[in-house]
């Protein structure tokens, strides 16, 4: 038989408080962010920790509780199929949302037949060939 001094146990008590606790506080700051990105309605990348997966391109529909709602599609072969998935706010390791994307390399701008004159975008070149 075991003899636990009473100020270790009351430490290990307090210990796994503080961890619930500080655990607690996280899912409540993960549950406000993705209300936030579920009111916005962008597209977001999730990481589901416990099926240790991707879900890309998905749309969150719904949280409520702990469940949150996902809507995602993927494609196979020549199939495309559509996806809801509930998932728990526990799971979700990681959100990701693209916020910009510019084409690389040069390309050139489309300018509207019907845009005035003085609403075009000028072209550079051109307007060092007149210095």
Known sequence: MTYNHPHQTNALIWRFDLASELL?????????????????????????RDQQRWI???H???IEGDLV????????DDEVSSWEEIVRLE???????????????????????????AEQ???????????
């Open 69 to 76: 709602t996902l809507r995602y599609e993927t494609e196979e």
């Open 60 to 62: 969150i529909l719904d």
């Open 121 to 131: 975008l000028r072209n550079p070149s051109t307007d060092s060939d007149r210095e």
């Open 24 to 48: 607690r506080i996280k899912l409540k700051m993960l549950h406000r962010k993705i209300y936030q990105l579920c009111c916005d309605g962008r597209e977001v990348c999730i990481f589901l």
């Open 91 to 117: 799971s979700i390791g990681s959100i990701s949302q693209k916020l910009a994307s510019v084409p690389r390399g040069y390309f050139e701008l489309q300018v509207s037949d019907e845009c005035p004159e």
């Open 56 to 58: 890309e391109k998905a």
